[in-house]
């Protein structure tokens, strides 16, 4: 039974072009969840989705970042306009439900590393 | 909004000893609480959770302990190995929080 499968795990983009990282939940997992790690730094939440619904977004910067996850595929972390300050390591997790439950962990992938040069 | 945080963001400790690391909540309605490794250049893994109505909980060389009183968790490690340097979160799966971390190296 496979992970949570992240892609690219590295990615290297120019200022001002875009980023896509993807994101595929273990299966029968529909609650995806993105978070953003600078160097030395811990998880930092950015968005909470499940199946073509995005539940919390609450840590999300309001600009240049979007998220989602469709019926089919991946979920897709976009970054458009990348910054130098953008560089960081952006893990995706899921979970079978809700954490809200009280039901367990998340389960995370190996993380997708941007650099902006 | 209300986070888990870490007290110390660096620990050393010899191999074979014990460790202890520390994290404190702010939200006193927390009930439910994980504790993740996370290795270089990897994920975080689920080590090992607590609810509140515990004080306690044992895995394999891992204890954590929960204080309500003082909302404060710690993650015990017995005889640490030279693979458990790692740097260690507690987190609030409710709030979606993690703390900064704290980063464990073990001496050989």
């Known amino acids: 039974n496979a992970g949570v499968m992240q892609n690219p795990r590295h990615l290297v983009r120019r200022r001002g072009q875009e980023a896509r990282l993807r994101c595929s939940p273990m299966k029968g997992h529909s609650h995806v969840y993105w978070y953003r790690q600078l160097p030395e730094e811990g998880l930092k939440f950015m968005v909470y989705l499940q199946k073509e619904n995005i539940i919390d977004e609450s840590g999300m910067p309001k600009e240049r970042f979007s998220a989602e996850f469709p019926k089919e595929g991946p979920s897709i972390l976009r970054i458009q306009q990348v910054v130098r300050g953008d560089s960081a390591a952006y893990f995706c997790?899921?979970?079978?439900?809700?954490?809200?439950?009280?039901?367990?962990?998340?389960?995370f992938g190996e993380g997708s590393r941007l650099t902006v040069l | 909004g209300e986070s888990v945080g870490l007290h110390l963001p660096t620990l050393s400790v010899q191999e074979g000893d014990n460790s202890i690391i520390n994290c404190a909540y702010s939200?006193?309605?927390?009930?439910?609480f994980i504790w993740y490794k996370q290795e270089s250049g990897k994920g975080p893994q689920f080590i090992i959770d607590?609810?509140?109505?515990?004080d306690k909980r044992q895995g394999q060389r891992v204890t954590v302990l929960l204080n309500k009183t003082v909302k404060h968790l710690s993650l015990q490690i017995a005889a640490t190995q030279p693979g458990d340097s790692a740097v260690y979160f507690c987190?609030?799966?409710?709030?979606?929080?993690f703390g900064t971390g704290t980063s464990l190296t073990v001496i050989p």
């Open positions: 607590i609810r509140s109505n515990m």
């Open positions: 997790a899921s979970s079978p439900r809700t954490v809200l439950a009280n039901t367990g962990e998340l389960f």
């Open positions: 939200n006193s309605a927390s009930d439910y």
């Open positions: 987190a609030e799966p409710n709030q979606f929080y």
